[in-house]
């Protein structure tokens, strides 16, 4: 049977070499002038491929899509997506978090090995090679349009990827061929991105360890969990940050209120008692210097300024309510978020093809008989760890064998 694949990302591949495996000739769409162009870029270049842990830790993972990928993540779990990597040559090793990585430390080893696993099985890859639209006849695929005409096609799967990191190719070009095959596409929003908020680029480049961050919304609280906060010139990132992102990236940011804790080790009662030992010590101190004990120094004066605690009020004038002030300040600083950072910085897409659409066995569409989907192009989306490439390859390696 013909089968094309578009699209040479981490799920077109893994589309392509299972499709292959199972005897049918494949040719795979790359418009780019090489493979997994955004796989590079993954896991700053290291390419953090996916997470060693069991299907079920793994679907605790996903933000949105788990009851969908329950079947994906049970048939083509992380442990196949290291043996598969192995199998075709790629040495691994997991790091912190059971994330995997090669032992290269080079992202572009990855790449190479789903080359070398679909080459093995005898797949044709075209490069600079743009699907311009999918034949459809009767409800079934008749093959794919490019600018040199019809390739002919019994199954075609779309492996497009989604919005984020438009540089690599990710243009939405898999959401016009859906839309045009008659299926509804959830709308985009960045996920596992940075956040845009009032008032912090004086603190931009200092690293909190050991915060904790909580999102509500009125009195429902969204998140809160421990962990890292980078302040940047446009906001806030970092490991926390990203997280969080994925949490509220659909919900109105008007309605939702942020804060840090910066002292979570401590009760209020503790901190306060700790704060009043400093001001005993160093009594005739300004209490931008005193602050200096509790936090690092390009954080004092937002927590001050917050407190409506003048910068250079000397400790031993602080009055009782001032000092309350600090404290609750210290265990809850507001910070107020007023968007998501852009595409271009998103590490994934969330929103896509709608799943309600799709077969979760097979991935092929309920509309059009040999239509399939796979990756990012699809609403599913999960938190940092490697958790998103496993979504790829489990769909990926499902539409494969499915088409």
Do not use: W
């Not at 990302?9 to 005897?23: C, E, H, I, N």
């Not at 901190?271 to 209490?287: G, H, P």
């Amino acid at each position: 049977m013909e089968k094309v694949v578009i699209g040479g990302g981490a799920s077109g591949l893994m589309a392509a070499y299972s499709a292959a495996k199972a005897g049918n000739r494949v040719t795979l769409l790359e418009k780019n002038e090489k493979l997994g162009k955004k796989i590079y870029i993954t896991g700053k270049g290291r390419c953090n491929l996916t997470n060693d842990c069991l299907p079920d830790e793994f679907l605790a993972n996903v933000v949105r899509g788990e009851k969908f990928l329950r079947g994906a993540a049970y048939r083509f779990p992380a442990s196949a997506t290291m043996q598969f990597m192995e199998e075709y040559g790629l040495a691994l090793k997991t790091e912190h978090g059971n994330r995997v990585f090669p032992v290269s430390d080079h992202a572009s080893d990855v790449t190479k090995t789903l080359e070398r696993a679909c080459r093995a099985h005898g797949v044709e890859i075209r490069l600079n090679t743009a699907a311009e639209s999918i034949a459809i006849a009767d409800r079934s695929v008749q093959g794919v349009v490019t600018e040199e005409g019809l390739l002919p096609a019994q199954n075609v799967i779309v492996a497009t990827g989604g919005l984020s990191y438009p540089s690599t190719g990710s243009t939405g070009d898999g959401y016009g061929f859906a839309r045009e095959a008659g299926h509804t596409v959830v709308p985009c929003v960045p996920s596992l991105v940075g956040l845009n908020a009032e008032g912090v680029s004086s603190a931009q480049g200092i690293t909190v360890k050991n915060c904790v961050l909580t999102a509500r919304r009125g009195k429902t609280m969204l998140f809160s969990e421990l962990g890292e906060l980078l302040f940047t010139h446009y906001g806030i990132s970092g490991p926390l940050v990203l997280t969080l992102s994925a949490r509220i990236n659909r919900l109105p940011l008007g309605e939702i209120s942020v804060s840090v804790d910066f002292k979570p080790a401590l009760s209020e009662q503790k901190l306060d008692e700790r704060l009043q030992t400093d001001l005993a010590l160093r009594a005739k101190e300004q209490m931008k210097n005193v602050m200096r004990g509790l936090l690092p120094a390009g954080l004092v004066s937002l927590v001050l300024d917050a407190a409506s605690v003048p910068a250079d009020r000397r400790a031993n004038s602080l009055t009782r309510e001032e000092r309350l002030r600090i404290v609750q300040t210290l265990k809850g600083y507001p910070i107020v978020v007023r968007s998501l950072r852009g595409f271009e910085e998103a590490v994934i897409t969330s929103g896509g093809v709608n799943l309600k659409e799709i077969a979760p066995k097979t991935m092929e569409s309920k509309f059009v008989k040999g239509l399939y989907f796979c990756g990012e192009v699809l609403d599913l989306d999960a938190y940092t760890g490697g958790f998103n490439l496993q979504i790829a390859f489990s769909t990926g390696y499902l539409a494969g064998i499915g088409a």
